[in-house]
């Protein structure tokens, strides 16, 4: 099984930024992606960002230019830096974890990020 914890959203204003991690343990496959989706209240949950364990990036148009996903595989750990914080980035943010091999795909419990002054 794998399990997948998120931390580091809270309150911040607009123009700030803030830093979420996802750590996974469990019986984490080599080769896998991760990747942040976000819900906004009232809405369907969108692809932020995702990351291969090979390095390969993608992002959706929204966040481009201000959002950084980044990996560190030895400590099974995904990061979504986010700079330039705009209110329409509220939300709450899932980390998911997808093995390809005999697919298999695990969320996060999500953590809330709120932008308002």
């Known amino acids: 099984q794998v399990h997948l914890v998120e931390s580091g959203g809270g309150l911040v204003q607009p123009g700030g930024s803030l830093r979420l991690s996802c750590a996974a343990s469990?019986?984490?496959?080599?080769?896998?992606?991760m990747a942040w989706y976000r819900q906004a209240p009232g809405k369907e949950r969108e692809l932020v960002a995702a990351i291969t364990s090979g390095g390969s990036t993608n992002y959706a148009d929204s966040v481009k230019g201000r959002f950084t996903i980044s990996r560190d595989n030895a400590k099974n750990t995904v990061y979504l830096q986010m700079n330039s914080l705009k209110p329409e980035d509220t939300a709450v943010y899932y980390c998911?974890?997808?093995?390809?091999?005999?697919?298999?795909?695990?969320w996060g419990q999500g953590t809330l990020v709120t932008v308002s002054s």
């Open positions: 998911k974890y997808v093995r390809h091999t005999a697919y298999l795909e695990v």
């Open positions: 469990g019986s984490i496959f080599s080769i896998n992606t």
